[in-house]
């Protein structure tokens, strides 16, 4: 390496040193910041679970940005107030009792404020051996230096053939 460097006159050497230590130093800090953005946001898609299974409206307001967007597992587009409009309290007793389990969490994190993580959602219902499974894909942003979802995507896992 030092002999690829010293075929450099030396002001172009020393920024070509300099260049490689903030590099060097970028990935080691974004690297270092990892595990938080990732904490933060397999709690907003575990936060987000919660909510819409027990029907929370004041939780979904608070995880969700202003600028909210989901895709339905049928493919519709819905943004926020119509989101948290599907939970009120109120449908929690005409709603069948479930069991979610989000399972399979993955994540990506992109700089210091973007996040996609991809799952596997299953809601259990209670008192029979039936379950229903969705791949989901969660965008959590910091806004505001607060974590927030930003979008959610849901897609049906098809039920297996007997």
């Known amino acids: 390496m030092s002999l690829f460097f010293n075929s ?6 020393n920024s070509l040193w300099l260049t490689a230590v903030l590099v060097a130093s970028a990935i080691g800090s974004a690297q270092a910041a990892t595990p938080a953005a990732e904490i933060s946001a397999a709690q907003l898609a575990q936060d ?4 819409t299974s027990g029907f929370d409206q004041a939780l979904l307001q608070q995880i969700l940005a202003p600028d909210y967007q989901e895709i339905s597992p049928v493919g519709e587009v819905d943004a926020r107030d119509k989101v948290i ?16 389990v989000l399972s399979e969490l993955t994540s990506r994190v992109y700089g210091d404020a973007l ?4 799952g596997k959602l299953t ?10 499974s969705m ?11 607060r974590w927030q979802l930003v979008s959610a995507q849901f897609t049906g896992i098809p ?4």
Request: glycine share 2%.
């Open 85 to 100: 409009s599907f939970y009120p309290a109120a449908a929690k007793a005409k709603a069948p009792p479930v069991t979610p």
């Open 135 to 145: 791949r989901v894909q969660f965008v959590s942003a910091l806004q505001h230096n």
């Open 48 to 51: 987000y679970v919660r909510a």
């Open 8 to 13: 450099f006159s030396a002001p172009i050497r």
């Open 123 to 132: 809601y259990s219902f209670a008192g029979t051996p039936h379950s229903r």
């Open 115 to 118: 996040v996609i993580s991809t």
């Open 159 to 162: 039920a297996a053939k007997k």
